[in-house]
């Protein structure tokens, strides 16, 4: 895979890149909500020795204070300087907190110690230094003098004290943040390359070819300048496969995508021919929204209480003739299957030149199976990137040995967080 294939799954799945950058970066405020404040105060001293006044005197003593230095860090964090400190300010606080609250280091090749303490509040911290840097002296002093009154035999002097902190050292929180967004970003684009190689969702008219066993006669992305012109082209190809009088259209995605098929009716109805679109999609999402609702329509013409002619609604402007579904009840799918949608289909291809008829999608009634013998085409939709592969084949086995004379590929505008919005909307 080159660059712009990652791009491509990055476009398609960034839903997914957002949501977990997001959790991350929630998960990470919440990881520093936990975290205390603390301020550091430091204090450095230099460690000497007593030593003649010969430059090799110097020398030596140079040499015994680096000695010592080792020793003396280990000194600066021991139970003993802790528990002095503990009296020394009145601490409510263990030896092993006050231990742990200590840092003791020294730069390579110097006598230098510098000494770290950190406390929840500036001002603790600093009298915290203060008073581990003057207990250390003290504990030093008592064990570098051999005798009473006697000098002892290293000094450490104090170079600085410790001063009020300028701001809290911790937590860091832009560092963790920061951190929480680049976890983010790893994690969503690993989530996303997975699902785009996981997920079946049928996306180009490519995909959908190698599935379908019917030639695709027409690719229509809705909204876009193209749309009209594929609508013709989808047209012409239909009245050189032979007899157009009659056009099932059904989906063989879970939604029907009535679009398609008013966009054909009045295709045919641009070149002068008298068309009837009938909507006999029980799911209740047919054409029959594109007109006002007369209250009657096929349902009340199968069930024998009008006449077809009464059921017919002129579109304005458009030029087709609407035979809307009207109010369908539990006898409407098998009426469809009965002689009497037949008698109406043959009576309307015998007053008009085109009859485009709309069915209910195959996964959610099997109207479409009942239909497509009495008409002379039978146009599969397919809706993509709403639909699976898996849900396609089903919907395919489910059609049976009903013969289709292609398949037509659609699109709608927007991205796919748009069209779940507007979904749920209706």
Known sequence: MGLIDYWHIARRRWVIIVAVVFLCLGASAGYLSTLPTTYVASSSMYVSMATGTSVNDSYQGGLAAQQRVRSYLDLATSATVAKRVIDDLGLKMSVGEVQGKIKAFSPPATTNIILTVQSSTAEGARDLANSVTAQFRRLVDELETIERDAAPAARITVVDRAELPAGPSGPQSKRILALGLLAGLALGCAGAFVRDRTDRTLRTSNNLEAILPVPILGIIDAGRPGAPGETRRLRTRLLREGEAGSILLTSLSPRSESEVAVALAKSF?????????????????????????????????????????????????????????????????????????????????????????????????????????????????????????PQLRGALATFGDNKLTGAVAYSKPGNRLQRLTGRLRR
């Open 269 to 389: 109805a641009d070149m002068g021919s008298k068309v009837v679109l009938i909507d006999a999609d029980t799911s209740g999402h047919g054409s029959s929204r594109a007109v006002a609702n007369t209250g009657v329509g096929l349902a009340a013409v199968l069930q024998g209480a009008a006449p077809v002619h009464e059921a017919l609604t002129a579109w304005p402007d458009t030029g087709v003739t609407v035979l809307a579904l009207g109010e369908p009840d539990d006898t409407t799918p098998d009426l469809l299957a009965s002689d009497r949608f037949a008698a109406i289909v043959a009576k309307l291809t015998t007053d008009y030149d085109h009859v485009v008829v709309q069915a209910a999608p195959i996964a959610h009634a099997a109207d479409a199976i009942a239909v497509a013998p009495l008409c002379d085409q039978t146009i599969a939709v397919v809706l993509l990137g709403e639909t699976t592969a």
